[in-house]
C-alpha cells in the first residue's frame, strides 16, 4: 500500500500535489498546496488492512508532507474477516499462455464470450457448434437454383442488350427477360447457347446441397417460321439441335419458359422448358432470345396474384363461388369459374358506340385502387318486354357470372375459406315514391361496387385487405310508351374503393419493474 | 451427578443452534449479494450448513432421549449420550470449517461460531463426566 500512487502519472518527474509520487522531493513538496489523493488503502471491507495517510503540515515553514502507514479498522460487524477465495479481494493476473496451457485456455476464452467463473461453469461452449451435416436445406425466396454444375441460367441482359450466361434464376422469382445473342449462320453449331441441349443439360438440384436432382423435361417446342409464324409440334421429346439446312440455320432457339413446381417445403420436384425454336438466314448477325421462369406451387393450380399479401394497386381484383355443398372439408376448392377465366371481378366496359345491346359483353377486370365508371345507352322502344329487358340489362350489368366472394387478400389461396369476403348485394329503386301501381316495370339502371378496404400489418410496411364489397343495383320504373317512340336512358356501373383504415394507435412501452429476484440457481446442489 | 446444568445446556443449545443457523443463512445470502460468490463455492458451503443442521438435529434428539429415560428395555443409558458426543465431534469440525475455511469469513462469523464452539466444549465435558458416572 506504501507504494501505490495514483497520481502518479508522469514517470520520472514529480506530479503536482501528489504526495505519494516518490519522485518529488522535500523541495517539491513545499510547494504543494494540498494533497490530491490523500488516502491509500486496500479493500476496506476487510476488517483490518493497511491505509497510506498522506498530509501536508501547512503550519510548519517550509511544509511539509507527513506520510502515516497505519492499520485501518472496519468496525462493521460483517467486514471480512478471512477470505478463501483468492480473487475475492484482489484482482487475479492473466496466465501468460504457454505451450503447455495454450489448448485449455483456447478452449476456455477462445470463443465470443466467457464467463468469469472457474473453468468448471463451462456449459454452453460445447452447445456452440452444431454439427451442420444434418442440417436439412431448402429453398428459400430468392436463392439461386443450384444445378449439378452451378446455377440455373436465365440469360439477361447486363450493362448493354447482350446475353449473359450469369444470370441465375432465383426460387420464388418470377422474371422474364430478353436480350441479344450475336449468332450467324457459319456459327450455327458453335454457339451454345442457341441450342436447346443448353438449356436442359444440366438437373436441378431438388434442395441445396443435396444429391436430388429433377431433370428439366421438355414441355412444349414451338416453331417460328422466317416470317414470324409459330407452330406448336406435337411430340416434344425429341431434342432439336441446331443445324444448317437450306442456307438457314434453323432449331435455333429464340426463347425459353421454365415452369418450376415447389413444395411448400422449399423443395423443387418438377422443373420443365418450353421452347421457340426458330431460324435465322445469310444476313442476321444477332437473335433476340426471351427467357422467363416462373413457379407454382404443387397441388394448386397458378393463379396470378394479385398481391403478396396486400393488393397492389393497378392489380385485378379476385373472385370466386363457393361450391355446392359448403361447407366441407378443405379439399373441395373454390372452383375457378368466374367472371372471366382469370378469377377476376370485371365490370361492363364502355364501348365506342355505347349502345348497351350492342356491347357484345366487353368487360373489363376491375383494378384495385382505380375507380372507375362505365356506361352506355340504352334505347327502349315500345315493343319491349319488361322482363327479358330486366334480364339483359342484368347480365350485362353484372356479366354472366357475377361472383359470390372476393380474395380479402392478393394472394388469398382457394383452399383458404376465411380469406374470402362474400358480395353483399342491395336493391334500390330510384324512386322514393311508391305508388300504387306496383306492377309498372323495375329496370335496372346502375350498378354500383363499393370495395371497402383497409390497411393491415406494420405500419411500415401496410397491406391492403379488402374488408367489405357491396354491389347495389339501382332500379327506375320503366313507363310504357306510345308505339312508335323511343327513349334512351343511361346505364352505369361504377366501382369505388374507400379506405376504411382505422388510424394508427400508438403503443407505450410497460412502465419498468423491479426486478428483485435471488440467482436462480441459488439453490444449486438442491435443485 | 445431577443432570440438570447439562439439560439447560441442552435446551440453550437448541435454541442457539437455531439462530446460528439462521444467522449463517443470512449471512451466506448477503454475501453472495454483495460480494462474488460464485456457484462453485457457494455450493460446498450450504451443503455443509445443512449438513450439520442435520448433524444438530440428530445429536440433540439422542441428548434429550437420554434425558427422558430410555425407551423400551434397559439398554445401556449411556450409549445414545455416546453417540451424542460422537456426532458432537463431527458438528466441532464443521464449525470451524465455518470459523477458518469458509470462502468468506465475516466478522460477525467469528463471533457466533466461537460462541459455538464454545458451547460445544462445555457440553462435551458435561456429557464425558455424566458418561463417567454411570460406568
Keep these: 500500500v506504501a507504494k501505490l500512487c495514483v497520481c502518479d502519472l508522469l514517470v520520472a518527474q514529480c506530479d503536482v500535489n501528489c504526495c505519494c509520487d516518490p519522485d518529488c522531493s522535500a523541495a517539491d513538496f513545499s510547494l504543494f498546496t494540498t494533497c490530491s489523493v490523500p488516502i491509500v488503502t486496500g479493500d476496506n471491507r476487510l476488517c483490518s488492512q493497511k491505509a497510506a495517510i498522506y498530509s501536508l503540515d501547512v503550519e510548519a515553514n517550509p511544509p511539509e508532507r507527513i506520510f502515516k502507514l497505519i492499520d485501518q479498522v472496519n468496525p462493521s460487524v460483517f467486514c471480512i474477516h478471512a477470505t478463501n477465495y483468492k480473487q475475492a479481494v484482489s484482482f487475479s493476473s492473466p496466465e501468460m499462455p504457454t505451450s503447455e496451457n495454450f489448448d485449455r485456455l483456447l478452449k476456455q476464452f477462445g470463443s465470443a464470450s466467457f464467463s468469469a467463473e472457474p473453468d468448471s461453469w463451462n456449459m454452453n461452449t460445447d452447445a456452440q457448434n452444431p454439427s451442420d451435416a444434418n442440417e436439412t436445406y431448402r429453398y428459400e425466396y430468392g436463392v439461386p437454383i443450384q444445378t449439378v454444375d452451378a446455377f440455373l441460367r436465365l ?103 421454365y415452369h418450376i413446381t415447389y413444395t411448400d417445403a422449399g423443395e423443387i420436384i418438377e422443373a420443365a422448358a418450353s421452347f421457340a425454336l426458330g ?10 432470345q426471351r427467357f422467363e421462369i416462373s413457379f407454382t406451387q404443387v397441388n394448386t393450380k397458378p393463379v396470378p396474384l394479385s398481391g403478396n399479401p396486400g393488393y397492389v394497386v393497378g392489380l385485378p381484383i379476385r373472385a370466386g363461388f363457393r361450391p355446392q355443398g359448403y361447407p366441407f372439408p378443405v379439399e373441395i376448392l373454390f372452383a375457378p369459374i368466374n367472371t372471366n377465366k382469370y378469377s377476376q371481378l370485371t365490370i361492363l366496359q364502355s364501348t365506342s358506340n355505347q349502345d348497351c345491346l350492342a356491347a357484345q359483353g366487353a368487360r373489363t377486370p376491375i383494378l384495385f385502387g382505380y375507380n372507375m365508371i362505365s356506361g352506355c345507352k340504352l334505347r327502349i322502344t315500345a315493343a319491349m318486354k319488361c322482363q327479358p329487358l330486366t334480364q339483359t340489362l342484368l347480365d350485362l350489368l353484372k356479366g354472366q357470372s357475377f361472383p359470390e366472394y372476393v380474395a380479402s387478400f392478393g394472394n388469398s389461396q382457394a383452399q383458404d375459406v376465411l380469406d374470402w369476403v362474400p358480395v353483399t348485394h342491395f336493391h334500390t329503386s330510384e324512386q322514393r315514391i311508391y305508388n300504387t301501381f306496383q306492377s309498372s316495370c323495375q329496370i335496372p339502371v346502375s350498378l354500383e361496387i363499393e370495395v371497402k378496404w383497409t390497411k393491415y400489418g406494420s405500419l411500415v410496411n401496410p397491406q391492403a385487405r379488402i374488408v367489405n364489397v357491396t354491389a347495389a343495383i339501382t332500379t327506375a320504373t320503366l313507363k310504357q310508351l306510345p308505339s312508335g317512340r323511343e327513349r334512351t336512358i343511361p346505364i352505369t356501373s361504377s366501382v369505388v374503393f374507400t379506405d376504411i383504415s382505422s388510424p394508427a394507435e400508438p403503443g407505450y412501452k410497460a412502465w419498468p419493474t423491479i426486478n428483485a429476484k435471488l440467482p436462480f440457481d441459488f439453490f444449486f446442489p438442491f435443485v | 451427578l445431577s443432570s440438570v446444568p447439562l439439560q439447560i445446556l441442552f435446551y440453550v443449545n437448541g435454541i442457539y443452534y437455531i439462530f446460528y443457523f439462521l444467522a449463517t443463512l443470512a449471512m451466506i445470502v448477503y454475501k453472495s449479494q454483495v460480494f462474488s460468490y460464485p456457484d462453485d463455492f457457494l455450493g460446498p458451503d450450504l451443503a455443509l450448513l445443512f449438513i450439520m443442521a442435520i448433524l444438530e438435529v440428530l445429536r440433540l434428539s439422542l441428548a434429550f432421549c437420554f434425558l427422558r429415560g430410555s425407551k423400551g428395555n434397559l439398554t445401556e443409558e449411556e450409549a445414545p449420550l455416546g453417540l451424542s458426543l460422537v456426532i458432537t465431534v463431527g458438528s466441532v469440525i464443521l464449525s470451524v470449517y465455518f470459523l477458518v475455511w469458509q470462502t468468506y469469513v465475516l466478522k460477525a462469523d467469528v463471533i457466533i461460531n466461537a460462541v459455538l464452539l464454545f458451547t460445544y466444549g462445555l457440553e462435551s465435558v458435561l456429557k464425558v463426566i455424566a458418561i463417567a458416572a454411570f460406568v
Design chain 1, 155 to 257: 440469360p439477361s441482359p447486363v450493362v448493354s442488350s447482350w446475353c449473359s450466361d450469369a444470370n441465375p434464376a432465383g426460387f420464388l422469382v418470377n422474371q422474364a427477360t430478353k436480350c441479344i445473342r450475336s449468332v450467324s449462320v457459319e456459327k450455327c453449331g458453335n454457339v451454345q447457347a442457341v441450342s436447346m441441349l443448353f438449356y436442359i443439360n444440366s438437373s436441378i438440384l431438388a434442395v441445396p446441397k443435396s444429391s436430388q436432382m429433377v431433370n428439366i423435361t421438355v414441355q412444349s417446342i414451338a416453331v417460328q417460321s422466317l416470317n414470324g409464324m409459330r407452330t406448336l409440334l406435337n411430340g416434344s421429346d425429341v431434342l432439336r439441335l441446331p443445324m444448317i439446312l437450306d442456307e438457314l440455320c434453323i432449331n435455333i432457339v429464340l426463347g425459353v419458359s
Design chain 1, 279 to 288: 431460324a435465322i438466314n445469310k444476313e442476321a448477325l444477332s437473335i433476340q
